[in-house]
């Protein structure tokens, strides 16, 4: 049995049985059959040399950087995202990680209570309506709906979908996730996320919705034939809002005067939510932070950073912000002295200073990660390799 690091659901029930991978998703099949392709190798300036003087150069960058930033995270442990938050703190960098402009900011407003949550494990024991909002699990979390919400049966949900689920996707486009929305389901085809929002809180009110009027009235009914639903939002929700999160606030808040709704977020990256909450319970913030002025901002975002060129060195882990980031700032980023800490070769580390290789998390390493909704997972590694990010940042702590 393996606890599967492909995405942000860890999924416990992984098998290898006579070289087969059992009860994975694409995602995860793919991460456990074919983890020793495309390994990266430890270089400097492009140039293969030893682990050892690989070592010797980041550390001397580290050491010498007078504006350093530590960006990535989400795939490493909470072990080392510790680690990597007290290097910040003592280099006084910045650090920051891919939730900024992922789902960084519903993490927050669950951590500082705004927003009410539950674990996967309630959702498929309890929930009657789930609500998939701007986002599309059959190929993002391609378990989530077999193994927590949709299909499962539970405690109380001894019948699954066919009678005790109800369903409902809310998306710009028919996605794969809306296709399923058949018996027991509702596909709403959004055209603005702040006038869906504003039509369930008319609704929750009593009152007619100026906008689909057909379809949030009888969502809001069967909530109400249940004491547990769930939204579970993801980046088409995020971005739809436009930055009025406190829309969104008032009517999670009014449809609970009215049924219990939570809210999970929808994220990808297997252990985000680690990052968030390590860094929250560091300095109350959960992204983007600056150590020297003790505060976060959206200038503090890496790719802000790059922007106004306000870094001498990166420290990038687990993570290609050449793959995902525009042109420009890969551009800013190769003007730099930047050391990429990846298990395998990306975009990044061809124009890194120093590339070092570590270890896959949950495969080759073990440690905790936290699943995004919050539950703390051991991982328990099939193999376990000497470097990894915990033994190579622990080095980088030494110097600073």
């Keep these: 049995m393996v606890t599967c690091t492909g995405c942000a659901l860890?999924?416990?029930?992984?098998?290898?049985?006579?070289?087969k991978v059992l009860h994975a998703c694409r995602k995860g099949s793919t991460l456990l059959t074919h983890h020793n392709e495309a390994r990266a190798k430890p270089k400097v300036d492009g140039k293969e040399v030893s682990f050892e003087e690989a070592m010797k150069e980041a550390k001397k960058i580290v050491s010498e950087a007078e504006n350093l930033a530590i960006?990535?995270?989400?795939?490493?442990?909470?072990?080392?995202?510790?680690?990597?938050?007290?290097?910040?703190?003592?280099?006084?960098?910045?650090?920051d990680d891919n939730s900024t402009f992922c789902l960084g900011d519903f993490v927050e407003l669950i951590l500082r209570g705004k927003l009410p949550t539950t674990t996967l494990d309630e959702v498929r024991d309890y929930a009657?309506?789930?609500?998939?909002?701007g986002t599309d699990p059959f190929h993002s979390l391609s378990r989530?709906?077999?193994?927590?919400?949709?299909?499962?049966?539970?405690?109380?949900?001894?019948?699954?979908?066919?009678?005790?689920?109800?369903?409902?996707?809310?998306?710009?486009?028919?996605?794969?996730?809306?296709?399923?929305?058949?018996?027991?389901?509702?596909?709403?085809?959004?055209?603005?996320?702040?006038?869906?929002?504003?039509?369930?809180?008319?609704?929750?009110?009593?009152?007619?919705?100026?906008?689909?009027?057909?379809?949030?009235?009888?969502?809001?009914?069967?909530?109400?034939?249940?004491?547990?639903?769930?939204?579970?939002?993801?980046?088409?929700l995020r971005y739809g809002l436009?930055?009025?999160?406190?829309?969104?606030?008032e009517m999670m808040e009014k449809l609970n005067e009215r049924t219990k709704v939570y809210f999970i977020p929808a994220g990808c990256h297997p252990n985000m939510r680690g990052f968030n909450e390590t860094l929250f319970e560091k300095v109350r913030e959960v992204n983007k932070y600056s150590f020297r002025e003790k505060r976060s901002s959206k200038d503090f975002a890496f790719y802000e950073l790059l922007e106004k060129e306000k870094i001498d060195a990166a420290v990038v882990i687990g993570t290609d912000p050449v793959a995902s980031l525009p042109f420009e700032y890969s551009k800013k980023l190769a003007k730099i002295k930047t050391i990429v800490i990846d298990p395998r070769e990306n975009f990044t580390g061809k124009i890194a200073s120093v590339v070092i290789p570590s270890a896959i998390s949950g495969i080759e390493t073990g440690g905790k990660m936290k699943r995004i909704d919050g539950v703390e997972v051991e991982l328990e590694?099939?193999?376990?390799?000497?470097?990894n990010d915990v033994t190579i940042l622990n080095e980088f702590l030494e110097v600073v």
């Excluded at 860890?10 to 070289?19: F, N, T």
């Excluded at 436009?242 to 606030?249: D, L, M, S, T, W």
């Design 10 to 19: 860890l999924c416990e029930d992984v098998e290898i049985k006579d070289g």
């Design 242 to 249: 436009k930055g009025n999160y406190e829309k969104f606030i």
């Design 144 to 236: 989530h709906m077999s193994k927590f919400t949709y299909y499962p049966r539970g405690k109380k949900r001894q019948r699954g979908y066919e009678e005790d689920r109800f369903l409902v996707v809310a998306d710009i486009r028919k996605t794969h996730t809306a296709k399923l929305a058949k018996k027991n389901a509702k596909f709403i085809k959004v055209n603005d996320d702040l006038e869906l929002v504003q039509a369930f809180i008319d609704a929750a009110e009593g009152k007619a919705p100026k906008v689909y009027q057909k379809d949030v009235p009888r969502i809001v009914k069967e909530m109400e034939k249940s004491d547990f639903n769930v939204i579970i939002g993801g980046l088409g």
């Design 128 to 133: 009657y309506v789930i609500f998939y909002w």
């Design 381 to 387: 590694p099939l193999e376990q390799r000497e470097i």
């Design 71 to 95: 960006y990535g995270l989400d795939t490493t442990t909470l072990e080392a995202q510790k680690l990597a938050v007290e290097i910040a703190e003592k280099k006084e960098a910045y650090i």
